[in-house]
């Protein structure tokens, strides 16, 4: 299934602002062929452990499910970030990715890289085996066609307009394998590694034009990556098909990986739908992260015959900054004395110890596990009705109505509605709801489906949203934080965050070249959004869980300590590292265990907790 956390958002493959389209159009796509620098040093990684198992068996169909169909199956444009977009992007792959378990960079459609001696530039070298799904070479000629892509206003995607034209500002061939990427500013090797090796667009089978999103809306392009789209059955199911032949299928990082033939990914609207086509054997796997899932729900006879087996993983990945999301644009929400209050009107703590069984845990910033780039010094303002009341006090908010919410001398009652967009989430929020009554504070819950939901989000239609966005290996800030962001639709901006102070801080932490220096903006634009209150931290979930018929088998390692999830079919790499398509179906035991549901057969159940990767 989807990461619960889901919308997925990751630089560069998807990270959304929208800015003035202001820079030339200058591509070089006109540089036939350039010099290539003499002294550069080549790199590659050949050396690193292999993590998948070279027992995998490969074939069968893997069945999956999403909340909601997407609005889209382009990339780019409008509604194209919602909770499906991480099958859209992992398509193609990326020319680099991280290796999971060593940090160090990994070859994926490049083979070898060289650092440029301006600090700017990354030249690459394509693996010549490297095709597309249809057949055609991955060539040059991609990189060049995506940079004019993303700057073109074709694609009605301001955020990369701009970011193809500030953050990358050049592409320059040398040859049909050998080309440069050239960011705006110098960058250590860190940033450039993790800022420039963008993937690649079928620059043979685009074609801009004005009407662009609608014609490209439900296309079929072609991939680089595993897994192409085969069939979709609007608003049902999107089927994807195993490349035949696969060009990755005997690359060091990519044998034994992506095994399913099929990856068949169904709608299923509410999640304890979801769970009975579980437990009647129609999904594979089930996500297990919420505590009552895997502690209560996981008692079945299913699981209890053994045929279902569950797994605990930790893992070592970036926190995502899961939390309440205040809407400063917001008549009420405008003064912060009103955010400070709602802060401590929460009662999140006692939601953790309780409704969460104490598996979670609280998130003091917006977003940990970064390293040096957390602040660590901060803390979550506590649970405290009186304090909160004190703080709404000098909002105006002083008299108590009938129902027991605050009031102003207008008679506006203290009121917020929260959107959300996991069914799952109800119980949680009204604990929340019940004891922020004790604060004098009302709120509202409004669930909505998965893609509108988000897409309001992204609109600013919503007072406060209560979500997450998904963990980076390097905070990224100026699509969330920066005031060019304020009050525009389809940005990630929505807090709608309109503070110079912030704003000026994002800017220098773009810019810095310095890795010590970038990680000690990063805790102060963290601080600096700690005083403006608009982001409410709530949890922190160092694992992952999930449960899984016996016949999907994992390596004896069952994961990396970089993976979001234990079942994951695709890559991965749109979160930086590479670490999914590790499982496959061994397809005896699938039938082994269909026989022994007729017959009776039991196994012994099977539940693992592997703290292998858990930190302190």
């Known amino acids: 299934m989807l990461h619960p956390s889901s919308p997925t958002i990751s630089l560069p493959s998807r990270i959304r602002l929208i800015t003035a389209f202001a820079a030339p159009l200058f591509f070089s796509t006109f540089v ?23 027992a995998a068996q490969r074939g069968g169909t893997f ?62 070298r394509i693996n010549p085996k490297a095709r597309w799904s249809d057949g055609e070479p991955v060539t040059t000629d991609d990189w060049l066609f995506t940079l004019k892509m ?67 809306n439900w296309k079929l392009l072609p991939v680089t990556g595993a897994y192409r789209i085969g069939e979709v059955k609007k608003g049902k199911s999107v089927t994807f098909e195993r490349v035949k032949d696969w060009w990755g299928n005997d690359e060091r990082y990519f044998q034994h990986r992506f095994n399913p033939d099929r990856i068949e990914v169904k709608v299923l609207r509410d999640q304890n739908i979801a769970w009975q086509h579980f437990l009647r054997g129609d999904l594979d796997s089930f996500g ?11 008692k079945t006879a299913e699981f209890e015959k053994g045929y279902i087996d569950k797994l605990w993983f930790y893992t070592q990945t970036p926190q995502s900054p899961m939390g309440l999301y205040l809407n400063t644009a917001d008549p009420l929400l405008r003064n912060p004395d009103v955010r400070i209050g709602i802060q401590h009107a929460l009662a999140i703590d006692k939601m953790i110890a309780t409704l969460l069984r104490g598996d979670y845990q609280r998130l003091n910033t917006y977003g940990s596990g970064q390293g040096a780039f957390t602040n660590t010094e901060i803390k979550a303002r506590p649970f405290d009705p009186k304090l909160a009341r004190e703080y709404f006090a000098k909002a105006g908010f ?10 102003n001398d207008k008679g506006q009652p203290l009121s917020l509605t929260i959107t959300y967009t996991t069914a799952e989430h109800a119980q949680r929020l009204t604990l929340l709801r019940e004891e922020a009554k004790k604060a004098g504070l009302n709120l509202e819950l409004n669930l909505m489906d998965a893609s509108a939901g988000f897409k309001s989000m992204l609109e600013k239609k919503h007072q406060s949203a209560w979500m997450a966005w998904a963990g980076s290996r390097y905070p990224a800030y100026w699509e969330f934080f920066h005031k060019v962001n304020a009050n ?73 300590p970089q ?54």
């Open 63 to 124: 069945h999956d499910f999403m909340l909601s169909f997407p609005l889209t199956l382009r990339k780019y444009g409008p509604d194209s970030n919602g909770g499906f977009a991480a099958y859209i992007r992992e398509g193609t792959l990326p020319l680099l990715a991280t290796h999971p378990i060593t940090g160090k960079p990994m070859p994926m459609l490049a083979n070898q890289w060289a650092f440029g001696a301006d600090h700017k530039t990354l030249y690459f």
């Open 488 to 560: 525009k639709p389809q940005t990630n901006n929505i807090m709608n965050i309109d503070d110079d102070a912030i704003s000026a801080l994002v800017e220098q932490y773009d810019k810095a070249f310095d890795f010590t220096r970038k990680a000690e903006l990063s805790r102060q634009i963290q601080q600096r959004l700690f005083e403006l209150a608009s982001f409410v931290p709530a949890y922190q979930v160092p694992y992952t869980r999930a449960g899984a018929w016996r016949w999907v088998k994992l390596p004896k390692i069952p994961a990396t």
């Open 288 to 298: 297990l992260v919420m505590p009552n899932w895997w502690h209560d729900k996981s």
């Open 398 to 407: 002083s008299k108590a109505g009938p129902d027991g919410v605050l009031q």
């Open 150 to 216: 993303m700057r073109s206003k074709e694609i009605n995607d301001p955020w990369y307009n701009n970011y193809y034209s500030t953050q990358i500002v050049d592409v320059t061939k040398f040859d049909d394998h050998t080309f440069s990427i050239t960011s705006g500013t110098e960058k250590s090797r860190e940033d450039l590694l993790d800022s420039l090796p963008f993937s690649p667009e079928p620059s043979h089978a685009i074609k801009l034009t004005a009407n662009w999103v609608k014609e490209y």
């Open 32 to 54: 036939w062929s350039a010099a290539l620098p003499t002294d550069l040093v080549w790199e590659s990684n050949d050396t690193d452990p292999v993590y998948a198992d070279p």
């Open 563 to 616: 993976s979001d999830l234990l079942y994951w079919p695709l890559d991965g790499a749109s979160s930086g590292y590479s670490y999914g398509g590790l499982f496959w179906i061994d397809d005896k035991i699938k039938q082994e265990t269909r026989a022994a549901i007729k017959s009776g057969q039991r196994f012994p159940p099977v539940t693992v907790v592997d703290t292998r990767y858990q930190q302190p």
